[in-house]
Nanobody, 115 residues
Framework: QVHLVESGGGLVQPGGSLSLSCAASGSIFNIERMGWYRQAPGKERELVGFVYNSGRISYAESVKGRFTISRDNAKNTVNLQMNNLKPGDTAVYYC?????????WGQGTQVTVSS
C-alpha cells in the first residue's frame, strides 16, 4: 500500500503561479512513477504529467512550458510548479503513483484560477 498526501493549491489570478506537493509513504520502494492528474467540473480526469524513476518526465501538451514536475527521492515527494496559470487550469489536482501492479491516488487539492 502507498499513501499519498497533497498540499498546496488555492486561488490564484490568471497569469499567477502556484505550487503543489505530494508526499508518499508506505510501500514506496514499489513505485515506478509519480505524477499528477486533474479533473475539472463536468470533465473526465486527465493527465498533467509524471516522472519515472529513471528521471524521464512526460507532460500533457496543454501544460508544456508552463508546468514543471520534480521529484525528491530522499523525501519521497513529487512537486508540481505551475506558472502562467489560466482559468482553464481550474480543477481538482490529484497526486498519483504507479507501482508494478497498482495505481494509487491522493485525496485531491483544489486549484482555482480566477480574477
Amino acid at each position: 500500500q502507498v499513501h499519498l498526501v497533497e498540499s498546496g493549491g488555492g486561488l490564484v489570478q490568471p497569469g499567477g503561479s502556484l505550487s503543489l506537493s505530494c508526499a508518499a509513504s508506505g510501500s514506496i520502494f514499489n513505485i515506478e512513477r509519480m505524477g499528477w492528474y486533474r479533473q475539472a467540473p463536468g470533465k473526465e480526469r486527465e493527465l498533467v504529467g509524471f516522472v519515472y524513476n529513471s528521471g524521464r518526465i512526460s507532460y500533457a501538451e496543454s501544460v508544456k512550458g508552463r508546468f514543471t514536475i520534480s521529484r525528491d527521492n530522499a523525501k519521497n515527494t513529487v512537486n508540481l510548479q505551475m506558472n502562467n496559470l489560466k482559468p482553464g487550469d481550474t480543477a481538482v489536482y490529484y497526486c498519483n503513483c504507479l507501482t508494478v501492479s497498482t495505481m494509487y491516488w491522493g485525496q485531491g487539492t483544489q486549484v482555482t484560477v480566477s480574477s
